[in-house]
């Protein structure tokens, strides 16, 4: 009886954990993306502010480098066959806050959970980073993928992590 409370207790708190980014993927039906060699990074870049690279695009720059190189495509400034862009959108979410409780029964074993009715609204934020990879020639988005992630203060202390983190998982589901 313990071990099943075990498990209810470890299933809740496993729900709350972050997992990293949600990503989906688009591709173009007929694109075969093992055909190309090269590729650069478009400029100016969606996450660059004015006239410099921000941050967050001087670490994506550098994650999707590593990435692409290690499948086996070559980073070259002088005529590339792809282009690597980068978009991203904040947004602010809202849920209504709500009350959970329950209970356990001293001589018996029991189990309860109440529900309160919603009494105010909490809002997040909410970090959508898209990645297109366009042919150079035609200037057409290829394959694209949308990495969706709450905005904790914990992922924005260690941005570089953060960014490594969801360029792995994006780049994983390239083919």
């Known amino acids: 009886m313990r071990s099943w409370l075990l ?3 470890l299933f809740i708190l496993g729900g709350c ?3 990293g980014p949600i990503v989906s993927v688009q591709r173009r039906s007929d694109a075969d ?3 190309y060699r090269s590729f650069a990074f478009f400029s100016p870049l969606g996450t660059d502010k004015a006239e410099y690279a921000s941050l967050r695009s001087q ?4 994650e999707t480098r590593a990435a692409l190189e290690a499948r086996g495509y070559r980073y ?5 066959e792809l282009f690597v862009n ?5 947004r602010e979410r809202s849920y209504p806050s709500t009350t959970l409780f329950g209970g356990f029964g001293r001589r018996r074993f029991g189990f309860g959970i109440g529900y309160e009715w919603p009494r105010e609204v909490m809002t997040y934020q909410e970090e959508e980073l898209t990645v297109d990879v366009i042919d150079a020639k035609t200037k057409e988005v290829l394959w694209e993928a949308k990495a969706t992630d709450r905005i904790w203060e914990d992922n924005q202390k260690d941005l570089e992590n953060t960014v490594r983190i969801a360029v792995d998982k994006i780049f994983s589901q390239l083919p």
């Open 86 to 90: 980068f978009i991203s959108e904040v």
């Open 17 to 19: 954990a972050s997992q």
């Open 59 to 62: 670490y994506l720059k550098k």
């Open 33 to 35: 993306l093992m055909q």
């Open 76 to 80: 070259t400034v002088d005529n590339p």
């Open 7 to 9: 498990f209810l207790l």
